[in-house]
């Protein structure tokens, strides 16, 4: 994991002990990857050497993902929508294919300025709806525990959970998504 010198130490420590993947980018340009953790690094097979300066569309390779991109963009071209929360095909490192429940928010200064992305990953490929409850606990706990670090830093966290969209929902979505990725492709 490569630390940002611009996040306090704590900020940092926290991201990094967090068991649930997680990364930040840059909010300027084309928001490079800055950190990944250890977690993140588990899920995808990348590790910060690998990623970090990179932007995590490099996770997607070829797979179309037209709404989640479009859902992405939306988020990132609208500097006041606090969050978004997509499934997404990703490839490891490997070349194995999964769906990415994908959760994105903004970490902003006290000021008000968007410094970085703050991003979560979870393989909801073939999860159980379980795993998918289990995790968004964990995502909440995290971002709750968050909050008061990166207040201490001076850095807001934007975005809640009530974007957490029906558990089945999102484990149906998902499979339909990879049996797209893994059957014939027929063009018409």
Sequence with gaps: MTLVPELSS????YLTQSRVALAIASAEDDNPLLMVNGAFTALTGYTA??????????????????????????????DRQPNVRTPIINFRKNGEPFVNLLYMSRLRTLDGEARYIFASQFDVSRSQPELLADYDAALRRTL?????????????VEGTLLTIANTAATIAQAKMMLADLDGPVAHA
């Design 144 to 156: 709750g525990n968050l909050t008061p670090v990166a207040g201490e830093a001076g850095i807001v």
């Design 49 to 78: 050497e690998d990623v970090v300066g990179q932007n995590c569309r490099m996770l997607q390779r070829d797979a179309p993902n037209v709404e989640p991109r479009a859902r992405i963009h939306e988020f990132l071209s609208r």
């Design 10 to 13: 704590q900020l940092s420590e």
